[in-house]
């Protein structure tokens, strides 16, 4: 990760990483999209990311979503996200070795005036529920422990880190895609009204965007989707990842999906990333680049404390 990203990530809460992806990842993975079109779902209106019909982020249209990549047959593209050789470095930067993927992936494609989502994420959550309107006094909030940036003697760390790749062109006034830049560092917690109307406009800010371009942001950054506005489909696939000792999501634990249905697909990099949160020094697969190229690395333990907790656990880890 080159100075100026380190700089502008800690600045912002988010970075663009232009053309990470060449063309014809980006045209396999939609060809992919397509030939899997009916797996994807329309959000209820009961789950509609927007809650206030007058939302700045509420449209006629719902979102539409797509899960269950990594474990199509013809998913290689998306599986190969795990651990892309241009995308890894970020991952370290923003994560550390030992990221592991957390939330299960997922497509969201959108027809033109379809919703957005309205503003959410942020370090602190409402110590008040409910106060609102502009009468109401500022909430310093509570620690959403699960939503968290620091950065220590120069070392970035995100509790969870999303990676938005971009399969689709969007320009400005497009709508989708939205952050209030900074806002990982806030120190009060965001007002009911600005959740939903953004304040004057000029505090949200929607990047623009090219086919195989990604965005890392740390979910501690207030961040949303605009509706959309195109008359081209909107497509993009989101990841999140988190430190290799903290889990959020739940999806890897349900049932034997991966392990039957995604794992036998993956390579040993890829498979690393899709360990369950441990500690890296309990001898968890690691991912490395070396010469453009990814590879998987495990650091034995000490035999000895491992014999002893054998002896005592009856496996070889505390």
């Known amino acids: 990760m080159k100075p100026l990203e380190r700089f502008l990530f800690d600045l912002n809460g988010y970075i663009i990483v232009r053309g990470a992806l060449s063309a014809a990842e980006v045209d396999g993975m939609n060809a992919c999209i397509d030939r899997h079109a009916?797996?994807?779902?329309?959000?209820?209106?009961?789950?509609?990311?927007?809650?206030?019909?007058?939302?700045r982020f509420a449209a006629e249209k719902a979102r539409v979503?797509?899960?269950g990549m990594l474990g199509w047959e013809d998913g290689g593209g998306f599986r190969s996200l795990l651990a892309h050789p241009k995308l890894v470095p970020y991952l370290h930067a923003l994560v550390g070795e030992g990221y592991r993927m957390d939330h299960q992936p997922?497509?969201?494609?959108?027809?033109?005036?379809?919703?957005?989502?309205?503003?959410?994420?942020g370090p602190l959550v409402p110590s008040r529920p409910g106060a609102a309107g502009p009468t109401a006094e500022l909430d310093p909030g509570h620690l959403c422990p699960e939503l968290q940036y620091r950065c220590t003697n120069g070392q970035m760390w995100n509790s969870l880190v999303a990676m938005s790749v971009a399969l689709c062109d969007t320009d400005a006034g497009d709508g989708g895609f939205c952050v209030v830049k900074g806002s990982h560092k806030l120190n009060f917690a965001m007002p009911p009204e600005f959740s939903e109307f953004g304040g004057d406009g000029e505090d949200v800010h929607q990047p623009v965007t090219k086919k195989?371009?990604?965005?890392?942001?740390s979910e501690a950054t207030v961040h949303g989707a605009l509706p959309w506005?195109?008359?081209?489909q909107r497509r993009v696939a989101l990841y999140r990842f988190a430190p290799g000792i903290?889990?959020?999501g739940r999806g890897?634990?349900?049932?034997?999906?991966y392990s039957t249905q995604v794992l036998p697909k993956c390579t040993a990099a890829e498979a690393a990333v899709l360990?369950?949160?441990?500690?890296?020094?309990?001898?968890?697969?690691?991912?490395?680049?070396?010469?453009?190229?990814?590879?998987?690395?495990t650091d034995a333990r000490n035999a000895a404390k491992k014999a002893h907790d054998e002896a005592c656990f009856g496996v070889p880890y505390f």
């Open 212 to 217: 195989g371009d990604v965005i890392f942001f």
């Open 229 to 232: 506005n195109s008359d081209v």
């Open 65 to 67: 979503d797509m899960g």
């Open 38 to 55: 009916g797996a994807a779902r329309a959000r209820a209106a009961e789950i509609a990311n927007v809650k206030e019909k007058a939302s």
């Open 252 to 257: 890897h634990l349900c049932g034997d999906y």
């Open 106 to 121: 997922m497509v969201l494609l959108q027809e033109k005036a379809s919703e957005g989502f309205s503003l959410h994420g």
């Open 275 to 297: 360990q369950p949160a441990f500690s890296n020094r309990l001898e968890r697969t690691l991912v490395e680049v070396k010469d453009g190229e990814v590879a998987a690395r």
């Open 246 to 248: 903290i889990g959020y």
